[in-house]
């Protein structure tokens, strides 16, 4: 399994190497601009790298769809799904790797995000006076600060765990489109109908779905959509275990 992560990270560490240079060199003009209290520029640099930051994490999730479809449309992929090695093995290698390199990349996005606004709010006193206003007017109206930091995170954690699930339905469509209906001129708008579906599916089961409640504090707000964290699990695991039997059962490369 190693290996195999390691033959996806060699394989595409151009693009890679190239998304981190660019946000690189975006988080050093948003410090030259906070150094030099340029109000212009900063503001410019924040926009640019929480931009960058953002569709990076997305080229990413597309940058692995459009690999494996990529790969099992071409003569090389006899190279990968021919072998001894285990389907499964591999189409998990490429998941778990792209799960890495998103997780990564969303880790440095964020601590980027910290470290800029608290360099920010340090050298432009007005920003820090704006931030304890409004701290102040939240907590007269009884909002905590900590709740919508919780609410904020479980937000975005809900959003990256649905593009996660996204890229297994993919995988899925494409390995279907790739063997069920390999000889079909039209098997790309089977693919992406499939995906459409699939993810609409979910989408309203998920919405039907109750909230839990185990108490109060951080930990209620975390698993508060537990259900919905669950669904999206067994959904990814649906769509690995099925994109390996497809493979191993009517594999037409």
Partial sequence: MLKLMKYELRRNRT??????????FLEGFALFSLINKSEVNTLRSFLFLYMGAILGIVLIFIMAIMSYSKELGSKYSYMSFMTPTSTFKIIGSKL???????????????????????????????????????????????????????????????????????????????????????????????SFVIFVVITLIINKISGYLPSLDIGTGALNKLMTP????????????????????????????
């Fill in 226 to 253: 537990g259900l919905t964290y669950l669904l999206n699990i067994f959904a990814m695991f649906v769509a690995f275990f099925g994109s390996g039997i497809l493979l191993d059962k009517r594999v037409s490369l």
């Fill in 96 to 190: 778990l790797t792209t799960f890495l390199v998103a997780a990564v990349t969303t880790i440095i996005a964020v601590l980027l995000v910290i470290l800029d606004y608290n360099i920010l709010i340090n050298q432009f006193t007005e920003v820090k006076n704006i931030q304890q206003e409004i701290i102040m007017l939240l907590t007269m109206r009884g909002i905590d600060m900590q709740n919508i930091t919780i609410s904020i995170f479980v937000v975005l954690l809900l959003l990256w765990v649905s593009i996660f699930t996204s890229i297994c339905f993919a995988y899925f469509a494409i390995t279907l489109s790739a063997t069920v209906f390999a000889n079909k001129s039209y098997r790309g708008v089977i």
């Fill in 15 to 24: 693009i890679l190497l190239i998304l981190y240079i660019a946000i690189a």
